[in-house]
């Protein structure tokens, strides 16, 4: 029998599903893993406030011969309450062929929620980040409009330590674009200032004691100095993954939702730094 046409040829051509997903291209998420999580596991619903307690130290004094009084002072504790009055949550519905594609596809699929969550949290967090802008102010701006350099570093530096911010485990979260800055500067890159960047690769370690990452979540040009402890983050231990039949609906197939609950708060506003500009 003869072709009548392409119409006819495109009828005989049989579709075929690949056994492998194609990678889809996502968002780091930084500072969901960054950010303390010291109660991670602790709540269990909606509402859940998990009370975080301060001791503040007292004022010492110097005597001056063995019979002076020394004075006492009351203990002062200072609270912090974290509630978990969020909850993301990401859902999909799929049909009868999608779920017979492969397992590939199941579990390429649990994983887009997983991350789909992940990645509204880490949003959440970021619009969050509102560092102190009284005196002396964390907000700033580099030195050179829209080009950060190892001078702009050294400041925040110095704004951290001033508010007796720990040296370990300081971070630089950058967006591509100041990321990129630095990997043209000199002082950052170069043997003669330092170990550890390799230009090469394009991966920046760490400089002036900040361990750097790029976060391509950020807008251009902005960058964010912190210490772990700034954000107080609560969250369930596991994300729930739930499977639902859609025939109630009258529909073939199924409703699979990813949600977790949690919550933070910003413990102080002094222990980070955000440049712009």
Do not use: C
């Not at 829209?146 to 300081?170: F, G, H, I, K, Y």
């Amino acid at each position: 029998m003869s072709a009548l046409g392409t119409t006819d040829l495109a009828n005989r051509i049989p579709e075929m599903w690949a056994a492998r997903m194609y990678a889809e291209l996502r968002n780091k998420i930084a500072f969901l893993n960054f950010f303390s999580r010291e109660y991670e596991g602790v709540i269990r619903t909606v509402g859940d406030t998990v009370k975080v307690q301060q001791l503040a130290a007292p004022t010492a004094e110097i005597l001056t011969n063995d019979k002076a009084q020394f004075n006492t002072l009351p203990v002062t504790i200072s609270n912090i309450d974290i509630v978990a009055n969020k909850r993301a949550v990401a859902a999909v519905e799929i049909t009868d062929l999608a779920m017979l594609q492969s397992l590939d596809f199941q579990e390429e699929l649990q994983n887009s929620l997983v991350y789909a969550v992940r990645k509204k949290i880490e949003q959440d967090l970021i619009a969050a980040l509102i560092p102190s802008a009284s005196s002396p102010d964390h907000q700033i701006a580099p030195a050179a409009a829209s080009a950060l350099a190892a001078v702009d570093l050294a400041t925040m530096r110095t704004l951290l330590s001033t508010a007796l911010v720990p040296t370990e485990q300081r971070a630089l979260f950058l967006a591509p674009s100041y990321y990129g800055d630095l990997m043209v500067s000199s002082q950052v890159m170069s043997r003669d200032f330092t170990a550890g960047n390799n230009s090469n690769s394009g991966v920046l370690d760490s400089f002036m004691g900040f361990m750097i990452a790029e976060h391509d979540l950020l807008d251009s040009d902005v960058g964010f100095a912190a210490h772990p402890s700034a954000l107080q983050l609560v969250i369930q231990k596991e994300m729930t993954i739930k499977i639902s039949d859609l025939h109630s609906q009258q529909k073939f197939g199924a409703l699979i939702s990813a949600d977790v609950v949690y919550g933070f708060t910003l413990a102080d506003n002094k222990r980070l730094v955000k440049i712009s500009g």
